[in-house]
């Protein structure tokens, strides 16, 4: 039995070592690369949020302003910019909220 256990732990080290995965994504879709990254009660971010009518319950989350997703060159991820992910990428990249930074 212990023989089980240490061969099925083994081939599932393996396995997740084996499996490639991608800088350029988040598990809420692509990296966004973002001109800047303030709180959402900061002026500038409070300024396009009640601009486009969306209200937030915290306004500690941080939110990226003008954001795209990040492009892929080669195998270098590029962004002159701060790299997030963020919950919410939906609004034509002028606001992404809920982001958190990633590194490239």
């Known amino acids: 039995m212990q023989f089980k256990l240490a ?3 083994a ?5 997740a070592v084996a499996t490639p995965t991608s800088r350029d994504t988040c ?5 966004q690369c973002c001109q ?5 009660s900061s002026s500038a971010a409070a300024g396009v949020l009640g601009g486009l009518g969306i209200v937030l319950q915290d306004l500690s989350v941080l ?3 003008t954001c795209s997703p990040v492009t892929v060159i080669g195998t ?4 002159s910019a701060q790299a ?3 919950e919410d990428n939906s609004h034509g990249g002028l606001i992404s909220i ?3 930074p990633v590194t490239l």
């Open 7 to 9: 061969f099925v732990s």
């Open 11 to 15: 081939a599932l080290a393996t396995l």
């Open 27 to 31: 598990s809420t879709g692509p990296v």
């Open 36 to 40: 800047s990254v303030e709180p959402a």
């Open 63 to 65: 939110v990226g302003l």
């Open 76 to 79: 270098s991820s590029s962004c």
């Open 84 to 86: 997030v992910c963020c």
């Open 98 to 100: 809920g982001c958190v």
